[in-house]
């Protein structure tokens, strides 16, 4: 059974900084394509992340650019989602998500229920 359970979610002030987890398993991690999808309220779903395991292999939505960090650690099973001088439009839950392919072709086949970060002073 393919399972992704997200953490470390919370509040926090703007100008912060969060790290997020992504447990999984049921899959081969360490070849399976990985997103980041977070959904702010009242609104739909927006990318935020891939992260491929062919070279180049991260990518970043314009407003997270040089903010953001997408990694993985294969031994733990787990996909990061590092989050530095975050801003009030950030808040939003994020999910993870593994991709069908390692390719910027296929979409997600598994989500994980996501966590709740809000970025307020």
């Known amino acids: 059974e393919v399972q992704l359970v997200e953490s470390g979610g919370g509040l926090v002030q703007p100008g912060g900084s969060m790290r997020l987890s992504c447990v999984v398993s049921?899959?081969?991690?360490?070849?399976?394509?990985m997103s980041w999808v977070r959904q702010a309220p009242g609104k739909g779903l927006e990318w935020v992340s891939d992260?491929?395991?062919?070279?180049?292999?991260?990518y970043y939505t314009d407003s997270v650019k040089g903010r953001f960090t997408i990694s993985a650690d294969n031994a733990k099973n787990t996909l990061y989602l590092q989050m530095d001088n975050l801003k009030s439009e950030d808040t939003a839950v994020y999910y993870c998500?593994?991709?069908?392919?390692?390719?910027?072709?296929?979409?997600?086949?598994?989500w994980g229920k996501g966590t709740l970060v809000t970025v307020s002073s």
């Open positions: 998500a593994k991709k069908g392919g390692d390719s910027w072709r296929y979409g997600m086949d598994y």
């Open positions: 049921g899959f081969t991690f360490s070849s399976s394509a």
């Open positions: 992260l491929y395991r062919n070279a180049p292999n991260t």
